[in-house]
T-cell receptor, first 114, second 115 residues
Framework: AQSVTQLDSQVPVFEEAPVELRCNYS??????LFWYVQYPNQGLQLLLK??????LVKGINGFEAEFNKSQTSFHLRKPSVHISDTAEYFC????????????FGKGTMLLVSP | ETGVTQSPTHLIKTRGQQVTLRCSSQ?????VSWYQQALGQGPQFIFQ???????GRGNFPPRFSGLQFPNYSSELNVNALELDDSALYLC??????????????FGPGTRLTVL
């Protein structure tokens, strides 16, 4: 079975600073990888996904992530954060063959302060 | 295009009661998945419905059950509520069309509190 580890439960950062949210996964077979964002009292919104091809994936709101197969990581980055980026961020995986469902990490709360 | 909607937004129940949560899938989608998100945790897969049949189930007891209707809307039913059932319940719809990956679109969730 696959699993996802998000190493930081909370990441405080100042506005306009860069940020990296870490995600590592474990799976015996190849996976697809995702980052979702959840704003307070809302559902999940897809930020970006890696299915195949270039390992650097660009998403919405200026976020990007890099798939590193050897390190089984999919870290999320943004070069300059805004107050409005304050939210919970979830990394998720799904197997890329056969029947599979999304497996989520526990989430990282990004707190952006002025 | 209408997105995924869920009702009610909030719900308070007592232990032992039963609850029904509802989800309307996005237009054109034929698959609905349900997730439980406990406080401070990531969403956990409960089950998935495709063409009115259960198409996969996570590690949840049988008192969690569901339905999908011909218009692809869905219900999640939980019997004999326990305190640990308090959580945000998320519904996600997708279009199953033969590929391995079918993007899921999430609703805003129903917040269930069990007292």
């Amino acid at each position: 079975a696959q699993s996802v580890t998000q190493l930081d439960s909370q990441v405080p950062v100042f506005e306009e600073a860069p940020v990296e949210l870490r995600c590592n996964y474990s799976s015996s077979v190849s996976v697809y990888l995702f980052w979702y964002v959840q704003y307070p009292n809302q559902g999940l919104q897809l930020l970006l996904k890696y299915l195949s091809g270039s390992t650097l994936v660009k998403g919405i709101n200026g976020f990007e992530a890099e798939f590193n197969k050897s390190q089984t990581s999919f870290h999320l980055r943004k070069p300059s954060v805004h107050i409005s980026d304050t939210a919970e961020y979830f990394c998720a995986v799904i197997l890329n063959s056969g029947y599979s469902t999304l497996t989520f990490g526990k989430g990282t709360m990004l707190l952006v302060s002025p | 295009e209408t997105g995924v909607t869920q009702s009610p937004t909030h719900l308070i129940k007592t232990r032992g009661q039963q609850v029904t949560l509802r989800c309307s899938s996005q237009s054109g989608h034929n698959t609905v998945s349900w997730y439980q998100q406990a406080l401070g945790q990531g969403p956990q897969f409960i089950f998935q419905y495709y063409r009115e049949e259960e198409n996969g189930r996570g590690n949840f007891p049988p008192r969690f059950s569901g339905l999908q209707f011909p218009n692809y809307s869905s219900e999640l039913n939980v019997n004999a509520l326990e305190l640990d059932d308090s959580a945000l319940y998320l519904c996600a719809s997708s279009l199953t069309s033969g590929g391995v990956y079918n993007e899921q679109f999430f609703g805003p969730g129903t917040r269930l509190t069990v007292l």
